[in-house]
């Protein structure tokens, strides 16, 4: 296996021609380093050339990203896997496309990230490839995207300030978003409609158990949930509601 840091990319992102593949390509291409390593992904070339062409009219000063492609079998992407030390990838629905990937990934130690929100896929990726992951040096990041994103980053950033300006570590931290305002993509709604069908409710129920996708294990004094929270998911907290 080729040393991650003897890769001929930094970043490749797989699917970047999809709905929120272009959306990453476009921030990449205007907020990252100009002298950044990265290739765009998929199987179509023309697309990825069509892709590369919009993308030199938005920073015309930053080279153009590779172009790289691949199919969705093992091989292909274990492949690709090794040429980037990151591969991001938005090709959904991940319980359908994204095993190949993440598993190529874990296998050649490259680190993964993508922006599924599909929790029981997540459960078995967890149960499959913890192991192989840790063993390559493999960091594995799933659900980037904006079902877990805001509330990661609002969590990093407040334990990060109160450890700089306090000194001291914190326990639980509840978060609480209001009046949250977006659009459901194709994929987002292909994966709700193919979901039920891949998974049973046993393993739904399963999967949504606190600390159920966590590689780490829970703390002995685990938060116990109330029989309301237990009927309906939702948990009332004092002052936040």
Same mark, same amino acid.
């Given at each position: ?37 990265? *290739? ?11 892709? *590369? ?29 090794? /040429?980037? /030390? ?29 922006? !599924? ?97 966590? *590689? ?8 116990? /949930?109330?029989?309301?929270? /237990?009927?309906?998911?939702?948990? !009332? ?5």
């Amino acid at each position: 296996m080729a040393s991650n840091q003897s890769r001929q990319y930094e970043v490749i992102l797989f699917g970047a021609t999809g709905y929120t593949g272009k959306y990453t390509a476009e921030y990449l291409t205007t907020s990252s380093p100009t002298n950044l390593k990265w *290739a765009i992904a998929g199987r179509s070339q023309s697309k990825l050339r069509d892709l *590369a062409k919009e993308l030199q009219t938005l920073n015309p000063n930053r080279p153009s990203p590779a172009i790289e492609t691949s199919e969705l079998d093992p091989a292909s992407l274990e492949k690709l896997a090794l /040429k980037t /030390k990151v591969l991001v990838t938005t090709v959904g629905p991940y319980h359908k496309y994204g095993t190949a990937v993440l598993a190529a990934c874990a296998k050649t130690g490259t680190h993964y990230l993508d922006v !599924t929100g599909e929790i029981p896929w997540v459960y078995d990726m967890v149960n499959q490839y913890h192991d192989t992951a840790k063993q390559t040096g493999a960091i594995i990041i799933p659900q980037c995207g904006v079902e877990s994103a805001p509330s990661d980053l609002m969590c990093w950033a407040l334990v990060n300030h109160i450890r700089e300006t306090l000194h001291t570590g914190t326990g639980e931290i509840v978060y609480s978003m209001h009046d949250m305002k977006g659009s459901a993509s194709g994929g987002t709604l292909s994966t709700i409609l193919t979901l039920f069908d891949r998974y049973g409710l046993g393993e739904l129920a399963k999967s949504s158990a606190r600390w159920s996708i966590s *590689a780490v294990k829970p703390p002995k004094q685990a938060y116990s /949930k109330s029989l309301t929270e /237990k009927l309906t998911g939702l948990r !009332t907290v004092n002052d936040l509601g």
